[in-house]
């Protein structure tokens, strides 16, 4: 009687704990690509190359990084970019800027197809994270170049509110941010 107790005890015993380790969160992935469609202009316009995009290490992951407290980062592991965020910022900016400017020829770095761009306008992002999930604020100095001299230069700050407490939410405070930098940007961009 006492094996086969102690036989029904190890198997209980290995169901609950195979459940436990089945039983992970799901993974969501958001990204900052837009929703409309690229411009297409038929007229001579510069070829344009947003990036390179860096980042802060604290916010250079994969999740989502929020701050508590306005001194603790807390990176959600069940929420993540679905791309490395530099990458998603890029592909925003240059999207943007060329609906803003009507440009057909902007790309982001680092999967543009330009050799030599004519223009290139690289980002340094000093804060874009969100305060719990009240605010997202981006921080960022960029300059617009041409044959490697600055023709112009900028320093973006600007905070956006979150509409609702989801991360649905949060990264579209995110996108808003980045589309209002792109209107800095583009008026910075010569013909």
Request: proline share 7%; aromatic share 4%; charged share 20%.
């Given at each position: 009687?006492?094996?086969?107790?102690?036989?029904?005890?190890?198997?209980?015993?290995?169901?609950?704990?195979?459940?436990?380790?089945?039983?992970?969160?799901?993974?969501?992935?958001?990204?900052?690509?837009?929703?409309?469609?690229?411009?297409?202009?038929?007229?001579?316009?510069?070829?344009?190359?947003?990036?390179?995009?860096?980042?802060?290490?604290?916010?250079?992951?994969?999740?989502?990084?929020?701050?508590?407290?306005?001194?603790r980062s807390e990176?959600?592991?069940?929420?993540?970019?679905?791309?490395?965020?530099?990458?998603?910022?890029?592909?925003?900016?240059?999207?943007?800027?060329?609906?803003?400017?009507?440009?057909?020829?902007?790309?982001?770095?680092?999967?543009?197809?330009?050799?030599?761009?004519?223009?290139?306008?690289?980002?340094?992002?000093?804060?874009?994270?969100?305060?719990?999930?009240?605010?997202?604020?981006?921080?960022?100095?960029?300059?617009?170049?041409?044959?490697?001299?600055?023709?112009?230069?900028?320093?973006?700050?600007?905070?956006e509110p979150v509409?609702?407490?989801?991360?649905?939410?949060?990264?579209?405070?995110?996108?808003?941010?980045?589309?209002?930098?792109?209107?800095?940007?583009?008026?910075?961009?010569?013909?």
């Amino acid at each position: 009687m006492i094996p086969r107790l102690c036989v029904f005890l190890s198997l209980a015993l290995g169901a609950l704990a195979g459940a436990g380790c089945g039983s992970s969160p799901a993974v969501r992935s958001y990204t900052l690509a837009p929703d409309t469609a690229p411009v297409t202009d038929s007229a001579p316009s510069p070829s344009v190359v947003i990036g390179p995009v860096s980042l802060p290490e604290a916010i250079d992951r994969l999740q989502i990084v929020r701050r508590v407290d306005g001194v603790r980062s807390e990176p959600s592991d069940g929420h993540r970019w679905a791309g490395a965020l530099k990458n998603e910022i890029a592909r925003r900016l240059a999207s943007a800027v060329g609906r803003e400017r009507g440009l057909a020829r902007v790309l982001a770095a680092p999967q543009h197809s330009i050799a030599r761009p004519e223009i290139a306008v690289p980002v340094d992002v000093l804060r874009f994270d969100a305060d719990g999930f009240a605010a997202v604020t981006l921080d960022a100095l960029w300059s617009v170049r041409r044959d490697g001299q600055d023709i112009a230069s900028g320093h973006f700050i600007r905070s956006e509110p979150v509409t609702a407490h989801t991360h649905e939410a949060l990264v579209a405070a995110h996108g808003r941010l980045v589309d209002a930098l792109a209107v800095d940007v583009a008026a910075a961009i010569p013909r």
